[in-house]
């Protein structure tokens, strides 16, 4: 089953437009979040993150908002630039019942920006 | 020096050949990882070593065989592997807190190919 969930396997933005990629989880043991960004031939780069404490975390043209009410997070991406095009990672972190954190990955979006 | 390093970038072995692959990072990061990526599927961890101690084992099968030599190399030995095996296989790396602000730094990965 998976825990961390990214219903939009692809999105197709304009340049200069917001960028909306959303993520979903299931498993109240997380408490940290991170968005992960990856090019073709590459691995992951850690893009921006939050913590369970916060409902918004902003970076220059990225911000990550939190909802632990409903287990949602996105990411936006303001303006976005053809750089952007990429695959983006959704994961999730928590305590579990061992003393280590295990990072679970969601499926992914591609996204496109056109321009 | 913020780099994860893997080596070779891309193998092509036979089911009956051994190889290992090969990960260095100078960044004082006392976790590292291994992952494995299918195409358009997110990155799946394989291995945990914390403090050079093999602390997470996700029921790989033995044709893996990690080794820690020290707190900055990581292999991963490979011996009689399945076509299924073939994959972009990760070496990450993070600071090892386990306080949830556990960022990952990958490499590039291995593309490996098995026939």
């Known amino acids: 089953d998976q825990q961390v969930k990214q219903n939009s396997p692809s999105l197709s933005v304009q340049e200069g437009r917001i960028s909306i990629l959303n993520c979903d989880y299931t498993?109240?043991?997380?408490?940290?979040f991170l968005w992960y960004k990856k090019y073709p031939a590459e691995g992951p780069t850690f893009l921006i993150s939050i913590s369970s404490i916060k409902d918004k975390n902003e970076d220059g043209r990225f911000t990550v908002f939190l909802n632990k009410s409903a287990k949602h997070l996105s990411l936006h991406i303001v303006p976005s630039q053809p750089g952007d095009s990429a695959v983006y990672f959704c994961a999730a972190s928590g305590q579990m019942k061992t003393s280590y954190d295990k990072v679970i990955f969601g499926p992914g979006t591609s996204l496109s920006v056109i321009p | 020096d913020t780099e994860v390093t893997q080596t070779p970038k891309h193998l092509v072995m036979g089911m009956t050949n051994k190889k290992s692959l090969k990960c260095e990072q100078h960044?004082?990061?006392?976790?590292m990882y291994w992952y494995k990526q299918k195409a358009k599927k997110p990155p799946e961890l394989m291995f945990v070593y914390s403090y050079e101690k093999l602390s997470i084992n996700e029921s790989v099968p033995s044709r893996f065989s990690p080794e820690c030599p020290n707190s900055s190399l990581l292999n991963l030995h490979l011996h009689a592997l399945q076509p299924e095996d073939s994959a972009l296989y990760l070496c990450?790396?993070?600071?090892?807190?386990?306080?949830?602000?556990?960022?990952?730094?990958f490499g590039s990965g291995t593309q490996l190919s098995v026939l």
């Open positions: 498993n109240s043991m997380f408490d940290y």
């Open positions: 990450a790396s993070s600071q090892g807190r386990w306080g949830g602000d556990e960022k990952l730094f």
């Open positions: 960044m004082g990061h006392r976790a």
